[in-house]
């Protein structure tokens, strides 16, 4: 069945740094990707999403590229904010186009 | 336009005990969903609605959970005889139309269920 592997459960930077957050999945037909946030007692909200490979997706300072070679969509930002801690949940949609596959989720702390 | 609307936010439950959550989806969004949270398993779908009708409730266990939509403006889901597993956070979601492979998910803040 489908998989979605999230390798980091807890990523703490300083304000200011870079961040990369690793998303990897696995599924039989061609992948729709996504990245949800959850800050603190909030709903999940979508991030970006993407099912075009090799194109960069952009969203209010995130990025992700999705590789189908290599079946990645990482998260990255140049530059964490303090607002950016939150938990970041990567998703995978199945073939049906309405269940996502998510995660075990990725908490980002940054420190002032 | 309020969002996805889930009450209680915090319910506590004995062992054994009945626990009914509330999902008001977004007006004029045609999909329901709901998932559970929890730190070890992430995200976890249960079950889904479009237009009402029950679509997929493979991630449903089969014994003690049920959900239903009665009408286009809210979803119920129970648990009966509940145990501390099931303690976790509830999520309802919907959608616009639950038939797209892009569609964006709109999830509301979630029922935190906890079983003593």
């Known amino acids: 069945g489908d998989s979605v592997t999230q390798t980091e459960g807890l990523v703490t930077l300083t304000k200011g740094l870079p961040v990369m957050l690793n998303c990897t999945y696995q599924t039989t037909y061609s992948p729709f990707l996504f990245w949800y946030v959850q800050h603190l007692n909030e709903a999940p909200k979508l991030l970006l999403k993407?099912?075009?490979?090799?194109k960069r997706t952009e969203h209010q300072g995130f990025y992700a590229t999705l590789h189908k070679s290599s079946s990645s969509f990482h998260l990255q930002k140049s530059s964490v904010q303090l607002s950016d801690s939150a938990l970041y949940f990567c998703?995978?949609?199945?073939?049906?186009?309405?269940?996502?596959?998510f995660g075990t989720g990725t908490s980002l702390l940054v420190d002032p | 336009n309020a969002g996805v609307i889930q009450t209680p936010r915090h319910k506590v439950t004995g062992k054994g005990q009945e626990a009914t959550l509330w999902c008001e989806p977004i007006s004029g969004h045609s999909a329901v969903f709901w998932y559970r949270q929890t730190i070890v398993q992430g995200l976890e779908f249960l079950t889904y609605?479009?237009?009402?009708?029950?679509?997929?409730d493979s991630g449903m266990p089969k014994e003690r959970f049920s959900a239903q939509m009665p009408n286009q403006s809210h979803s119920t889901l129970k648990i009966q005889s509940t145990q501390p597993q099931d303690s976790a956070v509830y999520l309802c979601?919907?959608?616009?139309?639950?038939?797209?492979?892009?569609?964006?998910?709109?999830f509301g803040s979630g029922t935190r269920l906890t079983v003593l």
């Open positions: 979601a919907s959608s616009s139309s639950g038939g797209a492979q892009a569609e964006t998910l709109y």
């Open positions: 609605f479009r237009n009402q009708a029950p679509i997929d």
């Open positions: 998703a995978l949609s199945d073939r049906m186009g309405y269940k996502l596959t």
């Open positions: 993407s099912s075009t490979d090799n």
